[in-house]
């Protein structure tokens, strides 16, 4: 990703600091800000911090004005340029810069530890967009000198699929119907032309076999002997009767 170098970009602003001379370090143990003359800060203004590409700048100016009193450029956090003091939460040794090449070192105070706690997250946020943006970057170089993989075909290559046991299907697959004449299949546990037992086992007399030709005879006419499909022909052969007797004598006929 291509870097905007004249892009500033505004991080944090606190409308108050104070900034301490300082005694020089008595130890490696760190800084105190004990040791400092904290009643009597050399001077007072508003801080603002920027970012201009990888960059961080911590400015002191005048609250009124504008004017720049001092500035401290950040490369890194944590760091030489920006130490946190050992015995508070409140205030930092920062490492200002003239642009000449001299630098010194002054105390950084905040009136609230929420001021202090926003100054601290917001030079760590920026680092850690630029830590992600270089192992991206990094990531980005090595995808492009690895050499790609090439899966096409080349010319006159070929591929054998082997699909395995696949049973083909028979062009009459489908099994024909058995043509059983109209009749219907017989009961569960009687075979064909038998006779089925009782539940006591007792052997019962075989039911009358219906003749298979005359059911097949869909179209002769029935017989004489055979009973009339007609389930009311009696009933109204016998109120056709009715109507020709004579009345009985004690009976009236409603008519």
Same mark, same amino acid.
């Given at each position: ?8 970009? =505004? ?21 105190? @800000? ?12 508003? =801080?603002?911090i920027t970012a201009k590409g990888k ?6 100016? /005048? ?46 105070? !905040? @009136? *609230?530890?929420? *001021?202090?706690? /926003? ?5 760590? /946020?920026? !680092? $850690? ?8 970057? $990094? ?8 050499? $790609? ?68 005879? !869909? ?10 499909? /007609? ?13 020709? *007797?004579?009345? $009985?004598?004690?009976?009236?006929? !409603?008519?």
């Amino acid at each position: 990703m291509a870097e905007d170098n004249s892009y500033e970009s =505004m991080l944090c602003v606190k409308p108050e600091v104070h900034v301490y001379r300082i005694p020089p370090r008595a130890s490696n143990r760190g800084y105190r @800000a004990a040791d400092w003359k904290l009643d009597e800060p050399a001077w007072s203004g508003r =801080m603002k911090i920027t970012a201009k590409g990888k960059m961080a700048f911590i400015k002191l100016e /005048d609250k009124n004005t504008g004017e720049l009193f001092a500035q401290a450029p950040v490369d890194q956090y944590p760091g030489s340029v920006v130490e946190a003091v050992t015995d508070s939460s409140r205030y930092f040794v920062i490492r200002i810069e003239d642009g000449n090449g001299r630098h010194a070192f002054i105390g950084l105070g !905040f @009136a *609230d530890r929420g *001021d202090s706690f /926003d100054f601290n997250v917001a030079l760590q /946020d920026h !680092f $850690k967009w630029v830590k992600q943006e270089g192992e991206l970057a $990094k990531m980005e170089a090595s995808q492009t000198a690895a050499p $790609k993989l090439d899966l096409s075909f080349k010319e006159g290559q070929t591929i054998k699929i082997s699909l395995g046991n696949i049973k083909k299907k028979d062009a009459g697959g489908v099994k024909p119907r058995p043509v059983g004449g109209g009749l219907l299949p017989p009961p569960p546990g009687v075979k064909a032309g038998g006779v089925q037992l009782p539940p006591g086992g007792q052997p019962t007399v075989a039911a009358a076999q219906p003749n298979a030709a005359t059911l097949l005879d !869909f179209g002769s006419p029935t017989s004489a002997t055979q009973p009339s499909s /007609d389930l009311w022909g009696d009933f109204t052969s016998a109120g056709s009767n009715s109507n020709n *007797d004579a009345v $009985k004598p004690g009976w009236v006929q !409603f008519s």
